[in-house]
């Protein structure tokens, strides 16, 4: 995958959270959870955009791994918003499924640009 499919694709990530979050219910613990989500979950891309941008190998790694972090963080928040019953896990799946997806992209590339190091 190139970097403008995968920059894409992380945006599209991001804006599916924008819209889970968006669905959420009108509650405290729903509106503190879907903060939480809805910063991790739009940070991804905006992190892989900065990958883009890298002035090393080193700056790029860097940045990947906080690219990895927040991906990883956005399905704890997704889970979360499952445990306490906010929605029902078929209605995330998928979403859960490409931030699996993005992640195993995120490490092997981190591991290729450390082998070429």
């Given at each position: 995958?190139?970097?403008?499919?995968?920059?894409?694709?992380?945006?599209?990530?991001?804006?599916?959270?924008?819209?889970?979050?968006?669905?959420?219910?009108?509650?405290?613990?729903?509106?503190?959870?879907?903060?939480?989500l809805?910063?991790?979950?739009?940070?991804?891309?905006?992190?892989?955009?900065?990958?883009i941008?890298?002035?090393?190998?080193?700056?790029?790694?860097?940045?990947?791994?906080?690219?990895?972090?927040?991906?990883?963080?956005?399905?704890?928040?997704?889970?979360?918003l499952?445990?306490?019953?906010?929605?029902?896990?078929?209605?995330?799946?998928?979403?859960?499924?490409?931030?699996?997806?993005?992640?195993?992209?995120?490490?092997a590339?981190?591991?290729?640009?450390?082998?070429?190091?």
């Amino acid at each position: 995958m190139n970097k403008t499919d995968f920059k894409k694709r992380t945006k599209d990530y991001a804006l599916r959270v924008v819209r889970l979050v968006e669905a959420l219910p009108p509650d405290r613990i729903s509106s503190t959870l879907g903060s939480q989500l809805l910063r991790a979950g739009t940070s991804v891309g905006a992190n892989y955009r900065s990958c883009i941008r890298a002035k090393s190998r080193a700056d790029f790694i860097s940045k990947m791994n906080i690219v990895e972090e927040e991906c990883d963080e956005t399905l704890y928040w997704m889970e979360m918003l499952i445990d306490i019953g906010r929605v029902a896990p078929a209605e995330i799946e998928a979403l859960m499924k490409e931030g699996d997806e993005i992640i195993s992209i995120v490490v092997a590339s981190i591991k290729t640009a450390r082998a070429q190091a």
